[in-house]
Structure formats: structure tokens, C-alpha cells
């Protein structure tokens, strides 16, 4: 079974924190995702990566960045946490042209 | 660009009712299609897929038919339980690219015994 693991599933941050999400795959994919989950907004890309150090923007990058300096992992990160990215996040990566999510990390900036 | 539409919810059934969930997509290219459910606080699960015309997915007595003709890629279920209370979304691989996601909005659905 493909196993997408995201590291924290619920996190509580300050305004103004640097904030890591972590997320890791075991099967050798090259493609991951990040994605954030808002109600009434449905899943929006923020970023993926299509290999090591490649990064490519999604529809809402303002405000994250990405890091991949291996395969397996791919860590999404809020240079300075606002309430506005108060939000589940999900990872996800791909094998063929199937896409699989992780559990999700329910993050709540205060 | 490409895009999928999927009915509103919520939808509410008793147990043992027949489900369908439709969506309709639009693409340029020939994209997969993707059921995905999400139970309460988790993230989403691959319920089933189809990656060309006329194909069926199925899994846990749920099905959808790839039907290019009408551009839809309905869910369905003969008798739904409690258990399938959840948000399914349907998506589509993005032509072309990486091969990105693009969701509808979700359907809630909540069934009662």
C-alpha cells in the first residue's frame, strides 16, 4: 500500500511563527503536493514538486514555501504564520496517474 | 481550463437508499477521473478511478462509468450504510503537465438509520 505520512496532524502556532509541515512517502515517487482545505473553498494547490530541489507554484503560493532536498520528503513551510492560514493541510504524492493523500495536519494560527 | 462540477450537497438518505453523486467535467485533453472520500477529520482516500472512455471503477459497492459523450462520471451505490457518511469528491488529472489534481467542491453525504 502506498503510505503518505504527514508528520503533525494538529498543530497550534502564534502569529508571526515560522511553522514546518512535514510530510514523507515510502514508495520513490517524484511528484508531491500540498494542498490546504478550506470550507466553501474545496482543496487548493499551493505547491509540488516534480523531483529533488524542483519546486513548481500552485494557485495559492503567497505566504509558503517548499523545500525537497530528498526524495521522500517534502516539507512545506509559512515563513511568518497568519490567521488567514488557519486551514487543514494535506500532502499527497503520485504513482502513475494516481494521486495518494496523506491524513492530513490541521493547523491553527493564534 | 479544465474543471469539474459535482451537485451540491448535503444529501441525506436513509440506510439501504440508492446513492448517485454526479459530476461533470470539462477538459481538453483525455484526463483520468477520480472519486475521493473523506471521512470526518481525515484526509482523502481513493475511492475508485477510471483513465479512459467507458471504463468502470468500482470498489466497496460503489461505481462510476467514464462516459466521454456526456463528459460525467457519476457516482453510484445500490445501498448505502451509515458507514458512508462522508464528503466525496470527484477530480481529474489536469491534461497535459504534471498531472495535477483538480477537484469539484465536494458532496456531503449523511445517511441515517
Known amino acids: 500500500d502506498v503510505k503518505v505520512t504527514q508528520s503533525s496532524r494538529y498543530l497550534v502556532k502564534r502569529t508571526g511563527e515560522k511553522v514546518f509541515l512535514e510530510c514523507v512517502q515510502d514508495m520513490d515517487h517524484e511528484n508531491m503536493f500540498w494542498y490546504r482545505q478550506d470550507p466553501g473553498l474545496g482543496l487548493r494547490l499551493i505547491y509540488f514538486s516534480y523531483d529533488v530541489k524542483m519546486k513548481e507554484k500552485g494557485d495559492i503560493p503567497e505566504g509558503y514555501s517548499v523545500s525537497r532536498e530528498k526524495k521522500e520528503r517534502f516539507s512545506l513551510i509559512l515563513e511568518s504564520a497568519s490567521t488567514n492560514q488557519t486551514s487543514m493541510y494535506l500532502c499527497a504524492s503520485r504513482d502513475g496517474n494516481t494521486i495518494y493523500f496523506g491524513e492530513g495536519s490541521w493547523l491553527t494560527v493564534v | ?113
Open chain 2, 1 to 113: 481550463g479544465d474543471s469539474v462540477t459535482q451537485m451540491e450537497g448535503p444529501v441525506t438518505l436513509s440506510e439501504e437508499a440508492f446513492l448517485t453523486i454526479n459530476c461533470t467535467y470539462t477538459a481538453t485533453g483525455y484526463p483520468s477521473l477520480f472519486w475521493y472520500v473523506q471521512y470526518p477529520g481525515e484526509g482523502l482516500q481513493l475511492l475508485l478511478k477510471a483513465t479512459k472512455a467507458d471504463d468502470k471503477g468500482s470498489n466497496k459497492g460503489f461505481e462510476a462509468t467514464y462516459r466521454k459523450e456526456t463528459t460525467s462520471f457519476h457516482l453510484e451505490k445500490g445501498s448505502v450504510q451509515v458507514s458512508d457518511s462522508a464528503v466525496y469528491f470527484c477530480a481529474l488529472t489536469e491534461s497535459g503537465g504534471y498531472n495535477k489534481l483538480i477537484f469539484g467542491a465536494g458532496t456531503r453525504l449523511a445517511v441515517h438509520p
